[in-house]
């Protein structure tokens, strides 16, 4: 009988480094899944660099990998086609599959967001160059954090920062690009008083993200392997009608989400966005768009360079049927992957 295992890359997820790894003797067809916004996901600091977990796995568990006959990578959010083929090099006499489910966590998001629809201001009245609301703080946003304060942007809005936490990512941010800074600490910035469900805080923050021209999108720091790995910030700028700024995964601003349907964006200053490391991407990006942020003026100029695309994306937001899209990606997927997800509805909506 053929040996089947299913990893599911969660916060769940125990690597079992101690006890020879996750991947069991004689398997023969593997099936891993990622949702890429999870601890077992995330970004860690190796040597002078940022690496993805599951990269660092895979080295971790070659020996067994190799032994394997079929791998099959299936992506609950997004993409990992290129990370399919990175797999399929690493490991030449294994058979290597991959399977886009992106909607399996993507419907919830974009169905949380389509019940705010009715809280859009009826007139338009945009005031501000640029916005963006953070509820946990990542190393990306607090790169955002530090630049909106150093140029003085208004409308970005942030938790607190203890000085413990500022050191621990200006260790990270010194060892990618070698420079060095003194830690902060910062009260927080908040848009509302009091504390909110995720739910209730997108349909209150309608009339802020309307009033501005840009959103800057700064999601959970993906891998640069995923594509169209968006999260409901990204569905939220497109029902405001507001034009997304991604500071995201390698070319997050070129690529859109074009799996789903959408439209990428134009007007950006996008040399940096296919930097391959990720501090040096953020802060390029930040700096080559400050001009943007900072200028009424020039955000309107992007603004009125996308009306077409912003037209587009809210129209297919709103009138795309994404339970039926949900029930044919799923269809699509191989009868192994159906009856797991089936039994065991992870990241599920």
């Known amino acids: 009988m053929i ?23 004689g398997v023969e067809i593997l099936y891993i899944y990622f949702a890429d916004n999870c601890d077992s996901n995330s970004l860690c600091l190796v ?14 568990e070659k020996e067994k990998l190799q032994k394997v006959k079929e791998i099959n990578i299936v992506s ?9 083929k ?8 294994t058979e290597v599959k991959h399977h886009a489910f992106p909607l399996h966590m993507q419907k919830g998001l974009i169905t949380s967001v389509l019940e705010t629809k009715s809280n859009l201001p009826v007139v338009e009245n945009r005031t501000k160059s640029v916005y963006s609301s953070i509820g946990m703080m990542r190393l990306n946003r607090y790169i955002l954090v530090k630049e909106s304060i150093d140029k003085g942007y208004d409308n970005i809005f942030y938790p607190a920062i203890s000085q413990q936490q500022s050191r621990d990512y200006e260790y990270q941010i010194r060892q990618c690009n070698g ?14 008083d009091k504390p909110m469900s995720l739910q209730e805080f997108n349909g209150k923050q309608i009339k802020h993200l309307s ?25 939220n700028s497109i029902m405001c009608k507001t034009v ?36 040096h991407r953020w802060q390029g990006l930040l700096h080559d768009n400050s001009h943007i942020f900072s200028d009424k003026t020039n955000a309107f100029e992007v603004y009125n360079k996308n009306l077409g695309i912003i037209k587009h994306n809210f129209d297919h937001l709103t009138k795309t049927d994404w339970a039926s ?9 191989p009868r192994a992957v159906q009856e797991y997800l089936s039994a065991r509805p992870i990241w599920s909506n």
């Not at 125990?14 to 790894?21: A, V």
């Not at 991604?246 to 989400?257: I, P, Q, V, Y």
């Open 179 to 192: 420079v060095l800074s003194g830690p902060i600490t910062l009260e927080a910035k908040r848009l509302f």
């Open 76 to 84: 609950l959010r997004g993409d990992l086609s290129k990370f399919s």
């Open 325 to 333: 899209a949900k029930d044919q990606q799923f269809n699509n997927m």
């Open 211 to 235: 009033q501005s021209y840009v959103n800057i999108v700064a999601s959970f720091p993906n891998s640069n392997w995923i594509q169209y790995g968006n999260c409901e910030k990204f569905f």
């Open 47 to 60: 040597g002078r660099q940022l690496e993805w977990k599951p990269e660092i796995w895979i080295d971790l």
């Open 3 to 25: 040996k089947v295992q299913h990893i599911v890359f969660n916060n769940s997820l125990d690597f079992k480094i101690q006890q020879g790894g996750i991947v069991e003797q």
């Open 86 to 93: 990175h797999i399929s090099n690493t490991f030449k006499n």
């Open 244 to 279: 997304p700024f991604m500071l995201c995964e390698k070319d997050s601003n070129t690529a859109g989400l074009q799996n789903l349907g959408f439209l990428p964006y134009v007007g950006f200053e996008l040399a940096n966005d296919g930097i391959i490391d990720y501090v």
